[in-house]
């Protein structure tokens, strides 16, 4: 070992990696393959990537001093962000600062599109040319498909001649759009497929298609993966901060997107026994960073005033140039923004719900990484993003955790609190539909009051005793413990602290401020929405009483609530299965109005009322 080496080793697995002195411990675990969380991108401010040093703890720095307390900095709890490594250590990861992948929605509602694709394959027979028959090969190739207005580019004009003479007279044709995409030598019309992603800041979702015409249309694999850039920051303004203070950023984090990508093609294409070469064609959706990032675009005008992305419109591109690896002639068809904030998985939401094409009035609402809300019919549609933050993501909360093994997902409180734990046995944390749950029980128990306060036991006198016992102090102010230290795999107690509600009121206010605040601009009142739609990982996984019971959603009659699953998705597959849709596409992405809620005043005074919680009934 050279003296600039230390030897780190990882428990409980017993890994040891050697280091240069000056790495931080969070990429030393990562070349130990044990990836940590890192919500603020390492950052120090989010405290989520704390590990036990062992023995001889270095000094703590000052985010140390901010998410740890005194008795754990005694016991050498450091963040490992933070922790620049200057000598051997031997080091524990808990269960609780482990990136795990989550429950990934990955269905949506049925196609409500025709099922037209924009790629197509067509048999002919092409006619020997004979001293009589003098047609070019291209003549004879685009009589014999019978279809006026067909391009031919170069590169297929090129390889034409020992296409057409390698085999029979029998050539298929690979059509996109208008233009006759390549030829194949023989009878490959049996091989035609499509993929569509959804590329979320947290999760990418890819779908297979068979694309040639039904019955066999609906034949469909799915796979997908978490978002390897998570470990850049989990929402799009750490990756762009990423990308601006590190050289190659950019390049960096298209890499791991697009090594995500392949390799959800790769199990694709095993699932379905098919080749890379059947798929002709690929569409995508994601937000507007993540459309910029995966072009290669860099996204960061979006971070800074006045917020605007470098591209809107859709794209088309060849698969092979933006590095997917499928046919090398496939077509990528990437959807259009609407603004900065507002990307093609909202025109995608649109565009699957079918909200862009009644009369009826409804309510669309996204909740990810960010939140997404747009409002309107076919006349008019209005959207605007909310700054809600990861909170529902289980981010900045004491005990939050994604939606994996071990998360809370489910709180009801009755005499005591009751908690349903993903994977069942013990509880490691809280995620996002737990959040709400255990929010929503304890405003209905009168724990905590409408202004987001968690009562005191003194002052609880109609509380049952075994929940006035849940009540405790945690860091000098009240909390509720959901689940005993006995009963979870970290030996402390799953809490819901002051704090916690305090991002919920902040999470949840953002989003109903801005529903509040594009329908007054709508001229309806939320209350005369025909329906709402829930939309997004999240959102499907919530109870739709408690998500009005906690003011995140207006109060309209249950039965007009409705989830409507990973609709991102569903719109990147609607593109796929039909080129029209393309065009409706476009329409949403030009005519949507985008509504900046930072410039508008009354955000600010609905943002303040949608802090309280809806008093008790
Ligand atoms: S504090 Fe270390 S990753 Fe956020």
Redesign the pocket.
């Known amino acids: 070992m050279s003296r600039g080496t230390c030897r780190v080793t990882f428990q409980p697995e017993g890994r040891t990696v050697f280091v240069l002195r000056g790495t931080k411990l969070i990429e030393a675990a990562g070349q130990a393959g044990i990836i940590l969380n890192?919500?603020?991108g390492?950052?120090?401010?989010?405290?989520?990537?704390r590990v036990e040093v062992t023995d001889d703890a270095p000094q703590p720095t000052s985010?140390d001093r901010v998410h740890l307390t005194e008795g754990q900095l005694t016991d050498g709890w450091r963040?490992?962000?933070?922790l620049e490594i200057a000598s051997d250590m031997v080091v524990s990861v808990p269960q609780e600062t482990r990136f795990f992948e989550q429950v990934v929605l990955t269905e949506g509602k049925a196609l409500r599109h025709p099922f037209r694709p924009n790629v197509r394959k067509k048999l002919v027979t092409l006619a020997e040319p004979t001293v009589a028959d003098q047609r070019s090969d291209v003549d004879r190739l685009q009589a014999a498909l019978g279809e006026d207005g067909l391009e031919v580019e170069l590169p297929l004009i090129r390889a034409l001649p020992a296409i057409v003479r390698s085999g029979g007279p029998e050539v298929t044709a690979v059509l996109q759009g208008e233009t006759i995409q390549w030829v194949e030598a023989g009878d490959t019309t049996g091989q035609l497929w499509g993929v569509a992603f959804d590329i979320g800041t947290t999760t990418i979702v890819g779908a297979l298609m068979n694309l040639p015409p039904p019955p066999q249309a609906d034949l469909q694999k799915v796979a997908s993966r978490t978002n390897p850039q998570v470990h850049f920051g989990d929402d799009v303004v750490s990756r762009i901060s990423y990308i601006e203070q590190n050289a190659n950023g950019l390049e960096k984090m298209r890499e791991r997107l697009l090594t995500c990508l392949n390799d959800i093609m790769a199990e694709l294409c095993s699932a379905a026994g098919i080749e890379h070469d059947s798929i002709y064609e690929a569409t995508a959706v994601g937000n507007t960073t993540m459309s910029h990032i995966f072009l290669g675009v860099d996204p960061s005008p979006i971070a800074h005033a006045p917020y605007v992305a470098v591209l809107r419109g859709s794209v088309d591109a060849r698969a092979c140039d933006i590095g997917l690896h499928i046919n090398r002639h496939a077509n990528l068809h990437v959807l259009p923004n609407i603004a900065g904030f507002v990307g093609s998985d909202t025109v995608a939401l649109i565009l699957a719900s079918g909200m862009a094409c009644g009369e009826e009035v409804q309510l669309g609402i996204d909740i990810g990484t960010n939140g997404e809300v747009v409002i309107g019919n076919r006349d008019r549609l209005i959207a605007c993003s909310c700054a809600a933050g990861p909170a529902f993501e289980g981010a900045r909360i004491q005990h939050g955790m994604r939606a994996t093994e071990g998360a809370i997902s489910k709180v009801v409180v009755n005499q005591e609190v009751e908690v349903a734990v993903i994977g069942g046995g013990k509880a490691s944390g809280i995620c996002g539909s737990g959040i709400i749950d255990a929010v929503a029980e304890l405003l209905d128990a009168g724990i905590i009051d409408p202004t987001g306060r968690i009562t005191n036991p003194e002052d609880a006198g109609d509380v049952p005793e075994p929940l006035r016992r849940a009540i405790v102090t945690f860091e000098d102010q009240p909390a509720v413990v959901l689940v005993d230290a006995a009963q979870t795999r970290t030996g402390g107690p799953v809490l819901l602290s002051q704090r916690d509600v305090r991002e919920v009121q902040l999470a949840k206010a953002a989003i109903r401020a801005g529903t509040e605040v594009i329908a007054a601009e709508y001229g309806v009142a939320p209350e005369e929405i025909s329906r709402v739609l829930l939309a997004g990982g999240f959102g499907n996984f919530i109870r739709r009483s408690h998500a009005k019971r906690v003011g995140l959603l207006p109060d309209i009659s249950t039965d007009r609530i409705d989830f409507i699953g990973n609709a991102a998705a569903t719109g990147a597959k609607t593109a796929l299965i039909c080129r029209d849709s393309r065009q409706e596409a476009e329409r949403i992405s030009r005519e949507t109005q985008y509504v900046e809620l930072a410039a508008r005043p009354d955000f600010q005074a609905a943002y303040m009322e949608a802090m309280m919680f809806p008093p008790r009934a």
Do not use: D, R, V, Y
């Not at 390492?42 to 990537?49: D, N, R, S, V």
């Not at 963040?79 to 933070?82: D, E, R």
């Open positions: 890192q919500p603020c390492g950052e120090g401010t989010c405290g989520k990537c985010a963040l490992a962000c933070q």
